[in-house]
């Protein structure tokens, strides 16, 4: 069984985030994890017995979590000076700007003298300041082969807020809230994965004085996150009223928001609140009308639907195509909607580079063998694409970018 593709680094046998896709590829050699929650990692556990590239705050967390062997772990860090060679490769990790320890792959693969640079980025948050990192400001110079970008949110219908206009909506709604002494005690509880919507907990903490409960588990888990302000943001003590609980503690979110007030009523009396103000945070509580909606019951409270993601929106996806420019774009997710995908870049790839190549191809005799390929069931990506989406914003993304070129 081949790599898929868009886990693949092209001339090499390396795999990013498919350790159970891939643990019996036979062209499989290197296996890389951009961070640790379990839709990548996947496969591993304590069995797993091969080694494997990731940054020091996710081993750290897979080995607790999964009872992964530290001996397999092989670090590679944003703050690292010099890219760790791997098999000949040149590798370097920067900030995904996602959870604790996520990275984006940087890959510069040498063939036949000619260097070619691959980005995988994991799940990531495009920041218009990722374009001040001098790595991925080289790959932009020296222009980029494929980028492998995380499509979690690829529709013009997921164009959420920043999430500083998220976290200030959480804050604030807390300190109205805690201004209304009318209303008796409230207890404030934030879903959340293992890792991750840290920056809202940190903001809640510094503007209420207060610690944030969560179990044990969690809190040991969470102090594995290089975070030290975070550490001491935690307590085991469940008399604050600011809580942390599981995803899906107030509701279910897919296919839409369902609210389960049986567990609100029961989090409400177990800790003797008048009411609950919980908050549900992710990308998919926006639902294109309002930013931020309520659910509310009597007598049991309110539930919060924040749009605050730690995946790109679709803007952002844009911005980044739009600044490092790649020959192509491979989907990560929603792979089986690729093609649509796609069209959403036109004129943001290089596609005379890309097609310079594909003619460079054709005469040389390689066609023959890429359609044989296909035939066979390789995954190959389109370039570009023939929608109006990117094309429209592209002028204005590059624009505020010259200085950083």
Known sequence: MPIPRHKSVPGTGFVVDGFRACASCKEATTF?????????????????????????????????????????????????????????????????????????????????GETRRYIHSGDMRWNKSMMENEALRCFRKEKTRILFLDTTYCNPKHKFPDQTASIDYVVKTIEDRERDTSRGRALYVFTSYNIGKERIFLAVHR????????????????????????????????????????????????????????????????????????????????????????????????IHLVPYSE???????????????????????????????????????????AKRRFLAQFSGGKLASERKKQKKGVEVGAKGGEGLEGAKVASELLEGQQELM
């Open 32 to 112: 890389f994890l951009t961070h640790a929650h379990g839709d990548h990692y996947d496969g591993l556990s304590e069995r797993w017995d091969r080694p494997f590239y990731c940054s020091t705050i996710t081993g750290q967390l897979v080995v607790r979590k999964l009872g992964v062997k530290h001996e397999l772990l092989r670090h590679i860090d944003p703050d690292d000076e010099d890219p760790v060679t791997v098999d000949g490769v040149r590798v370097r990790a920067i900030c995904a700007n996602h959870c604790p320890g996520a990275v984006q792959f940087l890959f510069e693969v040498v063939e036949s």
């Open 311 to 353: 995946h790109s929106s679709f803007t952002e996806l844009l911005e980044y195509v739009a600044y490092i420019k790649p020959e192509e774009v491979v989907p990560t997710v929603n792979v089986k909607d690729t093609q649509k995908m796609l069209k959403h870049f036109t004129g943001l790839t290089d596609e005379s580079s």
């Open 207 to 302: 503007a209420t004085g207060k610690k944030l409960y969560a179990p044990p588990d969690k809190v040991a888990h969470l102090s594995l996150c290089g975070i030290d302000e975070l550490t001491g943001a935690l307590t085991e003590d469940p008399r604050t009223n600011l809580h942390l609980a599981k995803w899906g503690a107030v509701g279910e979110t897919w296919p839409y928001f369902q609210p389960n007030w049986s567990n609100v009523e029961e989090l409400r009396a177990r800790h003797g609140a008048e009411e609950v103000i919980a908050f549900v945070c992710t990308g998919w509580a926006y639902d294109g009308k309002a930013e931020f909606s309520t659910r509310s019951r009597a007598g049991l409270g309110t």
